[in-house]
C-alpha cells in the first residue's frame, strides 16, 4: 500500500505505542503467573527462589493445589458443570442454527433479535432472574403440592441452566456461520442419489459442522469455566472453582496458591483455546 | 403431505428455541418485574406497588450508586474505544500478514483468562507490598510502600483491560474487509489524514465501533469483580448492591428493584446508541 504521507517518526510512535499496549495486556498475567513459582508464604517480592510446592506440597502452610480439598472440589465442580451446559448448548445451539439458517417463518427477524438479547443482559441480572424465577416455581409447588423440589433451590442444576441461557447464544451464532457457509448442492446431490432425510443430515451435514459443533463446545466450555456473576447468584453448597477461589481471596487475602490456580487456569484455557484454532484449521 | 412434515418440523425445530427464550428468558424478567412490585407489608403479606421504587429514589446513597456506576461504565467504553481503535486498525491494516494472525491471538489469550485471574494479577502488581510499590523503592522514587488499589484511577484502568478486547476483536473483523483502496482513494482527492479517518474509516468501522461499545458497556455496567476487587470496599458498584440486597440481607424486593432498573438503564443506553448511529442488535452485535 501507497503510503508516502506517513512519517518515520509517527511509524516509530505508533509502533511503540503498540508495543505499550501489549505490554499492559500480558503485565497482570504474568505477575499472577510468576509468583506461582516463587518460595514464600506472600505472592510478592523478594524473590525467594524457584519452587512447585505451591502446586504439589502436601503440608500446610505451604499446601499445593493439587492437594487442596476445597479447590479441587471447586474444580471437579468447574468441570462437571462445564461439561453438562456445553453439551446442553451445542445441542440447542445446533436446533437454533437450523432454524434460522434454513427455515423462513413469521417474525423471523424479531425472534433473531431475541435470540442475541441474553448476550446484552448483564450477567448478574440473569444470575438473580433465574433465581427468582425457579423460587416462584419451586414455592408454588411446595405450598400446593407439598413437593419440595430441592434442584430448584440454589445449587449445580440451576448454576446449568443459568449459564445455559447465555451459552446458547454464543453457540448457535457460532454454528450458524458454519451453516451458512453449506453448499446446498451437496445436499441435493445425496437426495437425488436416493439417500433420504436422515441419511443426509446425518453423513453429509452434520460432519460439516463437525469442526464449528466442536469450537462451539470449547467456547462454551470455557466461558462456563470461568463464569462467575452469573453463578454468584445461583451457587448453592457445591461452590465451582472461580467461587471457591473468590471465597479464599476475600476470606484468606492473597495467597501464592491462588496463583498457582491462575498458572493451572491458564495452561488449561490456552491449551483448549489451541486446539480448536488447530481443528478449525485443519477444515478450511 | 410434504408441508404437513415441513409443518412438524418446524415445530420441534422451534421447540428447544421457544423453550429456551420463554423459561430461561423471558419469564424470569417478568419475574424479578413483579418481586420488585411487590411491597412487604407483614410476615408473609404482600402489596403491589411503587414503594420499592420510592424508597430507592428516597435514598441518595442507592441511587448515587446507579449514576456512578453509569458514568463510570460511560466512560470506560470510551477509554476502551479510545486505547482500542489504534491497536485494532495496527492489527488490520499495517501489521503484515504473518505478524497480524500472531497478534490478534495475542489480543484473544487474555479473552480466555478469567476475569478473576486478571484481577487477581493487578492485585499482585499494586498493592502495598506488591511489584509495583517494591520496584519504585527499588529504584528510589519513594521512600515507603505506596497503596496503588482501592482508588477510582485503578478500577477504571482495570475495567477498561478487562473489556478493552471486547472492543478491539469486533472492530478488527470490520476493519478488515475494508479496501485499502478506498483509503488510497480519499488521500488521492487530497484529503489530509484526518479527514481520511472521520469521512472514510470511521463510517467504514461503524458497525463494529457500534458493536464493541455495546458488549464494552454491557460488560462494563455489570462487572462484579474488577470494581469489587479493585475498589474494595468504597467502590460502590450498583451490582454489588444487587448482590447485597439478595444474598447478604436477603431483601429480594428491593434486589429485584434494582436490577430492574440496571437493565432498564443499560438497555435504555444500548438502544440509544443504536438509534443514534443508526444500527441494529442484529447487525452488530450477531456479527461476532
Redesign the interface.
Known amino acids: 500500500m501507497k503510503r508516502a504521507n506517513r512519517s518515520p517518526f509517527l511509524n516509530a510512535v505508533y509502533a511503540t505505542y503498540i508495543v505499550i499496549f501489549f505490554l499492559y495486556l500480558i503485565a497482570p498475567l504474568l505477575a499472577a503467573g510468576v509468583f506461582a513459582f516463587n518460595d514464600s508464604l506472600f505472592p510478592s517480592l523478594p524473590w525467594q527462589g524457584f519452587t512447585l510446592d505451591w502446586f504439589f506440597n502436601d503440608t500446610e502452610p505451604k499446601l499445593g493445589m493439587f492437594h487442596d480439598e476445597r479447590l479441587l472440589r471447586g474444580l471437579g465442580n468447574s468441570l462437571y458443570i462445564g461439561v453438562i451446559v456445553s453439551a446442553l448448548s451445542v445441542a440447542a445451539g445446533t436446533c437454533n442454527a437450523f432454524l434460522f439458517v434454513r427455515r423462513d417463518f413469521p417474525f423471523k427477524n424479531a425472534l433473531y433479535v431475541l435470540m442475541v438479547v441474553p448476550l446484552v443482559i448483564p450477567g448478574v441480572i440473569l444470575g438473580i432472574s433465574i433465581l427468582v424465577f425457579a423460587s416462584m416455581i419451586a414455592n408454588g409447588i411446595d405450598q400446593g403440592l407439598g413437593i419440595n423440589l430441592t434442584w430448584l433451590r440454589p445449587g449445580i442444576p440451576l448454576i446449568v441452566l443459568g449459564q445455559f441461557s447465555f451459552l446458547t447464544t454464543i453457540t448457535s451464532l457460532v454454528i450458524a456461520a458454519r451453516l451458512e457457509k453449506f453448499d446446498m448442492a451437496l445436499e441435493e446431490a445425496a437426495l437425488n442419489l436416493g439417500a433420504n432425510r436422515l441419511r443426509v443430515l446425518t453423513t453429509i451435514t452434520l460432519p460439516f459442522l463437525v469442526p464449528a459443533l466442536f469450537s462451539a463446545f470449547v467456547v462454551a466450555f470455557l466461558v462456563s469455566f470461568e463464569n462467575f456473576n452469573t453463578t454468584l447468584m445461583l451457587v448453592g453448597s457445591d461452590a465451582p472453582l472461580t467461587i471457591t477461589m473468590y471465597d479464599r481471596m476475600v476470606k484468606v487475602g492473597s495467597t501464592p496458591v491462588l496463583n498457582a490456580v491462575s498458572v493451572f487456569l491458564m495452561l488449561g484455557s490456552g491449551l483448549l483455546a489451541l486446539l480448536s484454532v488447530i481443528v478449525q484449521r485443519d477444515r478450511t | 403431505m410434504r408441508s404437513d412434515t415441513g409443518k412438524l418440523s ?1 415445530i420441534l ?2 421447540a ?2 421457544a423453550l ?2 420463554v423459561l ?2 423471558a ?3 417478568f ?2 418485574g413483579y ?1 420488585s412490585l411487590r411491597e412487604k407489608v407483614g410476615p408473609g403479606e404482600y402489596e403491589l406497588g411503587f414503594a420499592n421504587y420510592t424508597a430507592f429514589l428516597g435514598e441518595p446513597i442507592y441511587w448515587n450508586t446507579l449514576l456512578r456506576t453509569a458514568w463510570m461504565s460511560i466512560l470506560v467504553t470510551f477509554l476502551a474505544l479510545v ?1 482500542g481503535f ?2 485494532a486498525y ?1 492489527i488490520a491494516k ?1 501489521a503484515r500478514k504473518r505478524a497480524r494472525a500472531g ?1 490478534f ?6 479473552l ?7 484481577a ?6 499494586l ?1 502495598e ?3 509495583v510499590s ?2 519504585l523503592q527499588w529504584m528510589g522514587v519513594i521512600s515507603g510502600p505506596v497503596e496503588l488499589l482501592y482508588n477510582d484511577i485503578t478500577v477504571i484502568i482495570g475495567l477498561v ?1 478487562t473489556v478493552v478486547l471486547f472492543m478491539i476483536v469486533p472492530l478488527v473483523s470490520t476493519l478488515d474487509g475494508m479496501d ?1 483502496a478506498m ?2 482513494a480519499g ?1 488521492n482527492l487530497g484529503g489530509s ?1 484526518f479527514t481520511v479517518f472521520r469521512r472514510i474509516i470511521v463510517p467504514y468501522a461503524m458497525p463494529g465501533l457500534v458493536a464493541g461499545c ?2 464494552t458497556f ?1 460488560l462494563t ?5 474488577t470494581p469489587i ?1 479493585l475498589g474494595g470496599k468504597n467502590s460502590s458498584w450498583f ?1 454489588e448492591q ?2 447485597n440486597q ?2 447478604t440481607r436477603y431483601n ?1 424486593e428491593a ?2 428493584t434494582f ?1 430492574v432498573l ?2 432498564a438503564f ?2 435504555l443506553v ?1 438502544w440509544v446508541g443504536l438509534r443514534l448511529t443508526g444500527q ?3 447487525t452488530t ?2 456479527k ?1
Open positions: 418446524l425445530l422451534m428447544p428455541f429456551w427464550i430461561l428468558i419469564l424470569p424478567q419475574g424479578i418481586v486505547v489504534p491497536v495496527y499495517i497478534l491471538l495475542l489480543c484473544l489469550i487474555p480466555w483468562v478469567s476475569d478473576l485471574v486478571r487477581f494479577g493487578w492485585i499482585v502488581l498493592r507490598t506488591g511489584i517494591s520496584s483491560y485499502d483509503l488510497e488521500y489524514r455495546i458488549i454491557m455496567a455489570g462487572s462484579y469483580l476487587l451490582t444487587i448482590y439478595f444474598i429480594w434486589g429485584a436490577g440496571l437493565l443499560t438497555s444500548v441494529s442488535l442484529a452485535v450477531a461476532e
